[in-house]
């Protein structure tokens, strides 16, 4: 039986990818034996898309590696022009048809918990960990054939390599339901003109590497506010260094969060935007490591 090009491309990558998840986990081994985990934001490192990518494609595993010490270290890195305009209206817009259609509701992950979007106000927010203001809209993998539109088809090959730059296998969780434990979850969330914020915490070590990809800009969509990191308990905002379309990475352990989102854009699609590509542990789990604030 002949094997097609396709076939003998997905094995190659396949047996690429183990051989990389393998040495990449060991690197996060060595790292957290050797020393304690940066606690504070130190500096920013840039990164254009097409280096990024092509360190997975062209297997550069030291470059790899080196940036996986650069983010236990305390730095933040910046994934340039990961995204296109286009892509972000397409789906902002999709948003909007959610948002008008669809009331906003709260499920647990439970088994065959459904995609939703919430609005979580001052007293919404008193239930969570963390006070907050913002609207986010949550999708699973379990529900795909259930969207108009795949966004896990637009985020997974981004995700993959995100997954195995945190140690983790190519695909993983890609299959798992809530009753698996860890699961995919991708999490869009808007922070309402005015009043949307995120006060500051640590995010669980079952994350490692906190992603956020900006679907917005300073000084376009908003005016004031963003993306802080507590240095010696002071705010330092990096918004500034932001454009649409990048892509921010940095450890988990880092103290952030988001000062208050000021904008004169009264638009769905104005104000700040942000996708998170997650892991969490579902709610079939007790006693699962969450988000800390920061006292």
């Known amino acids: 039986m002949k094997v097609s090009i396709t076939d003998r491309k997905n094995r190659s990558a396949e047996h690429w990818s183990i051989k990389t998840q393998k ?10 034996q050797k020393s ?17 990518l092509n360190a997975f494609n062209k297997s550069n595993r030291e470059k790899l590696m080196k940036i996986q010490s650069n983010l236990y270290n305390g730095n933040l890195i910046i994934i340039k022009k990961l995204f296109i305009k286009q892509e972000i209206n397409l789906i902002k817009n ?3 048809t959610i948002k008008n259609k669809k009331k906003s509701n709260f499920f647990k992950t439970l088994q065959n918990c459904p995609n939703f979007h919430r609005k979580i106000g001052p007293k919404e927010s008193s239930k969570y960990v963390l006070n907050s203001d913002r609207h986010d809209f949550y999708f699973f993998p379990w529900n795909k054939k259930k969207e108009k539109l795949d966004l896990f088809k637009t ?16 695909k993983e969780f890609e299959k798992n339901k809530p009753k698996d434990g860890q699961i995919d979850r991708i ?10 914020y995120l006060e500051a915490h640590t995010d669980p070590k079952s994350l490692r590497i906190v992603s956020g990809i900006h679907f917005s800009e300073i000084g376009k969509d908003f005016d004031e506010g963003g993306l802080f990191f507590l240095v010696k308990k002071k705010i330092e905002n990096v918004e500034q260094y932001l454009k649409a379309g ?6 988990h ?22 996708v998170g590509l997650t892991n969490p542990v579902s709610d079939e789990v007790k006693n699962r490591d969450i988000q800390k604030k920061v006292q």
């Open 246 to 251: 990048d892509m921010t990475l940095f450890y």
């Open 253 to 274: 352990s880092l103290k952030h969060g988001v000062q208050k989102v000021i904008s004169k854009n009264n638009s769905f699609s104005g104000s700040r935007w942000w």
């Open 187 to 196: 999490l869009i969330r808007k922070y309402p003109n005015n009043t949307g």
């Open 155 to 170: 985020f997974n090959p981004v995700w993959r390599k995100l997954k195995l730059l945190s140690g983790l296998k190519y």
């Open 94 to 96: 999709y948003l909007k």
């Open 23 to 32: 040495i990449l986990k060991s690197n996060w081994k060595n790292l957290e």
């Open 36 to 52: 304690d985990s940066a606690k504070e934001f130190k500096n920013i490192l840039y990164l254009d898309s097409k280096e990024f």
